[in-house]
């Protein structure tokens, strides 16, 4: 079981930065074990992938949408992945969530590869 808690959303103006955070259930299985992801939502919209990284975080994948902006990390002796987010638009308004592959299927794209999810947090762009 492992349970994701994130944090860092919040409003910021168009060419902003935030940082989002998540951190992971110290029980159940070792967190540098398995793979991470974020996925956003905006309001009607499907829940689309942004970025995902291996157990290590050597590997990291994005979205078109978010490369050269986004970067993501995992520090393993915190348990915790961030996603970094530079030069926000308007439309990077959802709300983002991680999650954790457990069974490091490599499918980093697929939200349905993705066995725990976190609450979510909100991210507001304005223009």
């Known amino acids: 079981q492992v349970q994701l808690v994130e944090s860092g959303g919040g409003l910021v103006q168009a060419g902003g930065s935030l940082r989002l955070s998540c951190a992971a259930s110290?029980?159940?299985?070792?967190?540098?074990?398995?793979?991470m992801g974020w996925f956003r939502q905006a309001p009607g919209k499907e829940r689309d992938f942004v970025a995902a990284?291996?157990?290590?975080?050597?590997?990291?994948y994005y979205a078109d949408s978010v490369k050269g902006r986004f970067t993501i990390s995992r520090d393993n002796a915190k348990n915790t992945v961030y996603l970094q987010m530079n030069s926000l638009k308007p439309e990077d308004t959802a709300v983002y969530y991680c999650?954790?592959?457990?069974?490091?299927?490599?499918?980093?794209?697929?939200?349905?590869?993705?066995?725990?999810w976190g609450q979510g947090t909100q991210v507001t762009v304005s223009s």
């Open positions: 990284c291996n157990w290590s975080g050597y590997n990291a």
């Open positions: 110290r029980r159940g299985r070792t967190f540098s074990t398995y793979a």
């Open positions: 999650a954790a592959d457990t069974t490091n299927s490599g499918n980093y794209y697929y939200k349905s590869q993705y066995n725990y």
